[in-house]
């Protein structure tokens, strides 16, 4: 029996509509009706326009660029919808922003992962949905449940498709150290091998590449990260597989693309041949780039919904 909510609501906000329309479409539901603006001083405004009294709702907004206008807009959704009475109310963040602040890497750093989740809660979130956080630990950093999506099985299945069952000369490669994990079940999924690039950060958002651990000579490599920003550490990555490692080709894919500064202008110069990536936050114009192709993660936003409403495992979804 299902106690929270007496019909299901999806909103959005301006943040990506697209892929709010692509997950109703696909329930069979309508969006919500709602206006979601600004004041002339830049404040922004939620106007609900039909009864949410009761019902199960999930707001779809990433807090992706602009980041804090999204932000807020979400939090100001959520504070609407609470206030209105809703059942139950589900924070659908595809792109969790802030995520990379995760700890204290120096003295005086702010945790503003955690600092999200208080806003979040105390707006009057009763669980989120996301996709790929940029550490697994931020989970803990909210009392209420979380559902961590994987963008994994979107990737396995485009390039199974791809690339078949002629695997044996394909490596999986991680970035770096800290997105190991993440590849190796990757590749553990597409029968593939796995190697590193380690590289030396200098400075915020550049990186120097200093060797690749693992065999690609000769091979096609697939690097696999879970976002891409400025494209530095892709990029550069890149390189040191056909320059220092020997690669025949590489591709390259990641759950969340930022694309921020000279990003593009990276990717479009580089060695990288394509680079897939899910649309969690809003494709860029195909125009901008030949290279850059991108994969819906609307059908499993979509499940994951229609399960949480009925109350059954989402567990399905990660394998």
Same mark, same amino acid.
């Given at each position: 029996?299902?106690?929270?909510?007496?019909?299901?609501?999806?909103?959005?906000?301006?943040?990506?509509?697209?892929?709010?329309?692509?997950?109703?479409?696909?329930?069979?539901?309508?969006?919500?009706?709602?206006?979601?603006?600004?004041?002339?001083?830049?404040?922004?405004?939620?106007?609900?326009?039909?009864?949410?009294?009761?019902?199960?709702?999930?707001?779809?907004?990433?807090?992706?660029?602009?980041?804090?206008?999204?932000?807020?807009?979400?939090?100001?959704?959520?504070?609407?919808?609470?206030?209105?009475?809703?059942?139950?109310?589900?924070?659908?963040?595809?792109?969790?922003?802030?995520?990379?602040?995760?700890?204290?890497?120096?003295?005086?750093?702010?945790?503003?992962?955690?600092?999200?989740?208080?806003?979040?809660?105390?707006?009057?979130?009763?669980?989120?949905?996301?996709?790929?956080?940029?550490?697994?630990?931020?989970?803990?950093?909210?009392?209420?449940?979380?559902?961590?999506?994987?963008?994994?099985?979107?990737?396995?299945?485009?390039?199974?498709?791809?690339?078949?069952?002629?695997?044996?000369?394909?490596?999986?490669?991680?970035?770096?150290?800290?997105?190991?994990?993440?590849?190796?079940?990757?590749?553990?999924?597409?029968?593939?091998?796995?190697?590193?690039?380690?590289?030396?950060?200098?400075?915020?958002?550049?990186?120097?590449?200093?060797?690749?651990?693992?065999?690609?000579?000769?091979?096609?490599?697939?690097?696999?990260?879970?976002?891409?920003?400025?494209?530095?550490?892709?990029?550069?990555?890149?390189?040191?597989?056909?320059?220092?490692?020997?690669?025949?080709?590489?591709?390259?894919?990641?759950?969340?693309?930022?694309?921020?500064? &000279? =990003? /593009? !202008?990276?990717?479009?110069?580089?060695? $990288? *041949?394509? #680079?897939?990536?899910?649309?969690?936050? &809003? =494709? /860029? !114009?195909?125009?901008?780039?030949?290279? $850059? *192709?991108? #994969?819906?993660?609307?059908?499993?936003?979509?499940?994951?919904?229609?399960?949480?409403?009925?109350? $059954?495992?989402?567990?399905?979804?990660?394998?």
């Amino acid at each position: 029996m299902i106690s929270h909510g007496k019909d299901i609501k999806v909103f959005c906000g301006n943040s990506n509509p697209k892929l709010a329309e692509d997950i109703c479409k696909l329930m069979g539901t309508k969006l919500g009706e709602a206006e979601v603006g600004t004041f002339s001083d830049g404040e922004v405004f939620v106007s609900l326009y039909e009864t949410v009294r009761g019902s199960d709702v999930f707001v779809v907004q990433s807090t992706c660029n602009p980041v804090n206008q999204n932000l807020m807009e979400l939090l100001i959704m959520i504070d609407a919808l609470k206030r209105a009475s809703a059942g139950r109310i589900t924070a659908v963040i595809p792109y969790y922003g802030y995520a990379r602040q995760d700890r204290k890497a120096k003295a005086r750093d702010p945790i503003t992962a955690k600092l999200v989740a208080n806003m979040l809660t105390a707006a009057g979130a009763d669980r989120v949905l996301t996709m790929d956080l940029h550490a697994s630990q931020i989970q803990g950093f909210f009392d209420i449940p979380v559902d961590n999506l994987a963008g994994n099985p979107i990737f396995v299945d485009y390039y199974a498709k791809k690339f078949g069952t002629e695997c044996e000369d394909i490596v999986v490669v991680s970035p770096d150290v800290g997105s190991v994990a993440r590849a190796r079940a990757f590749a553990q999924k597409l029968h593939m091998n796995l190697a590193i690039v380690d590289k030396r950060r200098q400075k915020a958002n550049q990186c120097e590449v200093m060797n690749v651990i693992g065999d690609v000579r000769g091979k096609d490599c697939i690097l696999f990260d879970d976002m891409v920003d400025t494209g530095g550490s892709l990029c550069n990555a890149a390189q040191a597989l056909v320059e220092v490692g020997g690669a025949k080709s590489v591709h390259a894919c990641a759950s969340h693309g930022v694309l921020s500064g &000279p =990003a /593009i !202008d990276r990717i479009n110069n580089s060695v $990288i *041949k394509e #680079l897939a990536l899910l649309d969690t936050i &809003p =494709a /860029i !114009d195909p125009a901008k780039s030949e290279k $850059i *192709k991108y #994969l819906s993660v609307a059908p499993m936003f979509a499940e994951a919904i229609e399960r949480i409403y009925q109350e $059954i495992s989402i567990s399905k979804l990660f394998r």
